[in-house]
């Protein structure tokens, strides 16, 4: 039988998996409606966008800002991981401890990636500019939830802590920055879609 936490975390996964939902279908939207031939494969593009194009050859934001780059992978897997882990220990408990107690080197290392950005929007001028205040609280909760990684199971009601603090972040996810998370494919895979549809992805290899 689930406990009150566990009851609370399913009711908040439920309830950012609808809320996403709804907002993707909405932001999906339809558009105008495409008469051109097309000229290309759609499947064929979406792959290329989520591989090739996202290399530091075709993508400048990562060939100037490798270290920004690499901090923010190394967080978001451990976020990740961390999120999937919670979600484990509510169906399978057991492989979810296993999970757990793998993760806690993966999420001191993510912790300090994720507190390498946050320093950096604070000190960067030009991040300053464009940063609203969601910008650094999407950073502090993910900090949170990898902290809580790290020390997992070194008390006995730290489960009870890192289940809750999961469920409020699954509550938040629809609500902010963080739905980022499932947008960014989203719109990537979309997009690869459009420009395959019309032939300009993969792109000729006179123009790579």
């Given at each position: 039988m689930l406990t009150a936490?566990?009851?609370?975390?399913?009711?908040?996964?439920?309830?950012a998996a609808v809320s996403l939902l709804v907002q993707v279908?909405?932001?999906w939207g339809g558009g105008r409606k495409d008469y051109s031939r097309p000229a290309g494969s759609p499947i064929r593009a979406t792959l290329y966008n989520f591989t090739v194009a996202m290399t530091p050859a075709h993508k400048e934001s990562i060939r100037l800002h490798p270290m920004k780059f690499a901090a923010g992978v190394v967080m978001h897997s451990g976020a990740?991981?961390?999120l999937l882990g919670a979600m484990l220990l509510l169906v399978w408990p057991a492989a979810g401890l296993e999970i757990m107690s793998l993760l806690r080197p993966l999420a001191a290392i993510a912790l300090l990636a994720g507190l390498y950005l946050l320093v950096r929007r604070f000190t960067d001028a030009n991040l300053k500019v464009v940063s609203a205040a969601d910008d650094y609280l999407?950073?502090?909760?993910?900090c949170g939830l990898l902290l809580l990684a790290c020390v997992y199971r070194i008390d006995a009601d730290n489960q009870t802590v890192f289940l809750i603090y999961t469920g409020g972040l699954f509550i938040y996810l629809p609500l902010g920055k963080l739905r980022h998370a499932v947008f960014f494919f989203v719109a990537r895979g979309d997009y690869g879609r459009r420009l395959g549809y019309r032939g300009v992805y993969p792109p000729a290899a006179s123009m790579e």
């Amino acid at each position: 039988m689930l406990t009150a936490v566990e009851v609370f975390v399913a009711l908040s996964i439920l309830w950012a998996a609808v809320s996403l939902l709804v907002q993707v279908v909405a932001a999906w939207g339809g558009g105008r409606k495409d008469y051109s031939r097309p000229a290309g494969s759609p499947i064929r593009a979406t792959l290329y966008n989520f591989t090739v194009a996202m290399t530091p050859a075709h993508k400048e934001s990562i060939r100037l800002h490798p270290m920004k780059f690499a901090a923010g992978v190394v967080m978001h897997s451990g976020a990740l991981i961390a999120l999937l882990g919670a979600m484990l220990l509510l169906v399978w408990p057991a492989a979810g401890l296993e999970i757990m107690s793998l993760l806690r080197p993966l999420a001191a290392i993510a912790l300090l990636a994720g507190l390498y950005l946050l320093v950096r929007r604070f000190t960067d001028a030009n991040l300053k500019v464009v940063s609203a205040a969601d910008d650094y609280l999407a950073i502090l909760a993910t900090c949170g939830l990898l902290l809580l990684a790290c020390v997992y199971r070194i008390d006995a009601d730290n489960q009870t802590v890192f289940l809750i603090y999961t469920g409020g972040l699954f509550i938040y996810l629809p609500l902010g920055k963080l739905r980022h998370a499932v947008f960014f494919f989203v719109a990537r895979g979309d997009y690869g879609r459009r420009l395959g549809y019309r032939g300009v992805y993969p792109p000729a290899a006179s123009m790579e």
